[in-house]
């Protein structure tokens, strides 16, 4: 079934920027929500930026909102987060999720349906 594999982590320094990348494989996206989140150890997960595979609507959290760009590449299968001005409070592992369910772009993470196993970016100063 459906596959996404992250890749792009890293160790980077304050103010570097990073791409992340989810390959997504094994079934047609088009009506799927893509989204990324993070996780912090001892941290719940936390919602990052969502878009529609088809049609391009996006929604960002307001913490990472100018900073954070969420894109996709429909030929490559293949969604990206494009990460600048890093900090260190954005060390975390970072998750690729697709939602199949609803057409709305969701903020909750219990509403995607799979999930890869994550990358690690660390920012040190």
């Known amino acids: 079934q459906v596959q996404l594999v992250e890749s792009g982590g890293g160790l980077v320094q304050v103010g570097d920027n990073l791409r992340l990348s989810c390959a997504a494989s094994?079934?047609?996206?088009?009506?799927?929500?893509m989204g990324w989140f993070r996780q912090a150890p001892g941290k719940e997960r936390e919602f990052l930026a969502a878009?529609?595979?088809?049609?391009?609507?996006?929604n960002y959290a307001d913490s990472v909102k100018g900073r954070f760009t969420i894109s996709i590449d429909n030929v490559k299968n293949t969604v990206y987060l494009q990460m600048n001005s890093l900090k260190p409070e954005d060390t975390a592992v970072y998750y690729c999720?697709?939602?199949?369910?609803?057409?709305?772009?969701?903020?909750?993470?219990?509403?995607?349906?799979?999930w890869g196993q994550g990358t690690q970016v660390t920012v040190s100063s």
């Open positions: 094994g079934r047609t996206f088009s009506n799927y929500v």
């Open positions: 999720a697709a939602d199949w369910k609803g057409v709305g772009i969701s903020k909750t993470s219990t509403e995607y349906d799979y």
């Open positions: 878009m529609t595979w088809t049609g391009g609507y996006r």
